[in-house]
């Protein structure tokens, strides 16, 4: 017998919010799996999620993660794949605009921002597991946290500009291997995390740059039909993806 689907979003909340406290994984899924099993047995009586924890979701999450112990070991390890990750795709993307030349002002203004954008996420992700919130306010904490890491790094621009600093340029050697060392690590990336989204999301955001930029158009055209696509096939992933996600928690409550 499976749970209910307030159960199973329970369940699911209560896994990223301990994850997002960087709580270890193997205690994470005995919780998981020990709950899930009382959860079943409390649902044949009629009961429900608030019944079986004795408190509400959100006090309940902050309880469980009060309890456990920080697994420093774990984030320590997930800092260098968010680091290479995000590094990667910069690399590819300024190797197809032209080729890699960065100031000391970007070296060090990156690093600082990949660590804001990381702490910012974990905040959201908690905060997202923890509080029920309407479809309207989710999307629209998803569209600010999406939003932030863009606001830097054009203010990054902007400063770069503003700020004369020494500037580094790579040859064409070291521009190919930059966009090899990119692809392995999109790779290595999707299978360690079993999810096709760190090869999709360059593809979706480098391909039509490149394709657009190989046409006659006007740079201006040219700028427009780029900024049009990409999110629109952002957009197009995303809710496949959802979709996806909903037939697979329909298919498991059936």
């Given at each position: ?16 919010y ?6 270890k ?23 429900n ?6 408190k509400t ?18 984030i320590l ?5 968010i680091f ?14 032209g080729?890699?030349a ?8 990156y690093p ?5 954008v ?13 509080n029920k ?9 998803y ?5 932030i ?8 621009l902007?400063l ?6 020494p500037?580094?340029t ?5 521009n ?16 360690w ?36 696509i ?18 697979k928690?329909?298919n498991?409550?059936?």
């Amino acid at each position: 017998m499976k749970v209910s689907k307030q159960s199973k979003e329970f369940l699911q909340n209560l896994r990223a919010y301990l994850i997002a406290s960087g709580k270890k994984e193997q205690e994470i899924e005995e919780i998981i799996s020990e709950l899930e099993d009382h959860l079943v047995e409390a649902e044949k009586d009629g009961k429900n999620v608030e019944d079986i924890v004795g408190k509400t979701p959100k006090e309940y999450m902050e309880q469980i993660a009060k309890e456990m112990t920080l697994d420093i070991g774990g984030i320590l390890k997930y800092i260098p794949i968010i680091f290479l990750g995000g590094f990667s795709y910069i690399l590819l993307g300024d190797v197809i605009r032209g080729g890699l030349a960065y100031s000391v002002l970007q070296l060090v203004g990156y690093p600082i921002i990949f660590l804001f954008v990381l702490l910012v996420s974990t905040v959201a992700i908690k905060y997202l597991s923890s509080n029920k919130l309407s479809k309207v306010k989710e999307w629209t904490l998803y569209c600010l946290i999406g939003g932030i890491p863009m606001a830097l790094f054009v203010g990054l621009l902007f400063l770069n500009d503003a700020i004369e600093t020494p500037i580094f340029t790579f040859g064409p050697t070291i521009n190919v291997i930059a966009a090899i060392f990119s692809i392995v690590v999109f790779i290595a990336i999707a299978l360690w995390s079993k999810t096709w989204m760190p090869i999709v999301l360059p593809f979706i955001l480098f391909v039509p740059e490149v394709i657009i930029g190989y046409t006659s158009l006007s740079e201006e055209t040219k700028l427009i039909l780029t900024a049009l696509i990409i999110p629109v096939g952002l957009g197009l992933y995303f809710i496949v993806i959802w979709l996806l996600e909903k037939q697979k928690v329909a298919n498991v409550i059936e």
